[in-house]
């Protein structure tokens, strides 16, 4: 969750800020997340005394490992159904617009229309992937879904 945060939370300062605000971003969200999992995980050892220091030697605070990222199966954690995208393409078609937008804004100013028509080009190509993605994974777990049935 925390590893989300901070990647969400970067994507927009890298959109909307200068350079150097991602510094900026990066102390803040230190200070403030490293305070917040320290008090949690003390809550949590005094409501768990048992499970918890084990499930702490299992999964990191923020961000992964590779190599347990690498051996583990992502339908396992990611189970993508396409009724999850069709729910979900207003907002990722408006997100993505506004993206276009605040980026041709400034693109147009600074490069020309050239500049502008690139980027979107490369924003184009991301969102198309994005959905190759999305049905390869729903494909995937429908899949599995079959054979664990069976």
Not at 19 to 28: G, K, P
Request: proline content about 3%; overall charge positive; aromatic content about 18%.
């Amino acid at each position: 969750m925390y590893l989300g945060i901070f990647l969400i939370g970067l994507g927009v300062v890298l959109a909307v800020f200068r350079w150097w605000a991602i510094m900026v971003f990066v102390a803040v969200f230190i200070i403030r997340y490293i305070l917040l999992i320290y008090k949690e995980e003390k809550k949590l050892f005094a409501i768990f005394p048992q499970a918890y220091p084990e499930y702490c030697r299992k999964v990191p605070r923020i961000f992964p490992a590779i190599s347990s990222i690498i051996k583990l199966d992502i339908i396992e954690y990611l189970p993508i159904k396409i009724i999850w995208f069709k729910k979900e393409i207003g907002s990722i078609l408006t997100l993505l617009l506004l993206t276009l937008l605040v980026e041709s804004w400034q693109e147009i100013a600074k490069e020309g229309v050239w500049g502008y028509l690139q980027q979107s080009i490369w924003l184009f190509l991301t969102f198309i992937l994005f959905i190759i993605l999305i049905f390869f994974l729903s494909h995937r777990t429908s899949k599995q879904n079959e054979n664990s049935a069976n």
